[in-house]
């Protein structure tokens, strides 16, 4: 995915348009090429002309959770367990 962040009205718009791209964790938003990040208009093009002509990073899938299943009953033991230790 590419991310552009857009001016807005006030530098405070366009801040929080850039940090939404940037400073989200985990994510892999490309935002940014050899010129800089993509922000505004010339950003916009700039991106348009990497996602033609870029090598596009391979997409990294995060590690699936491990899972257990439980009955209602179990699922209420545990937690009379866990509430006890904790006192």
Request: glycine share 8%.
């Amino acid at each position: 995915m590419i991310g552009v962040a857009f001016e807005g009205k006030t530098e405070e718009d366009t801040l929080a348009a850039i940090l939404s791209i940037k400073k989200v964790p985990g994510t892999q938003v490309v935002y940014k090429d050899h010129q800089g990040d993509f922000i505004g208009e010339d950003g916009f093009r700039r991106a348009c002309h990497f996602a033609v002509n870029g090598k596009l990073p391979e997409i990294k899938l995060p590690t699936p959770k491990l899972t257990k299943t439980r009955t209602i009953r179990e699922a209420a033991e545990l937690a009379k367990r866990k509430k006890e230790e904790a006192t």
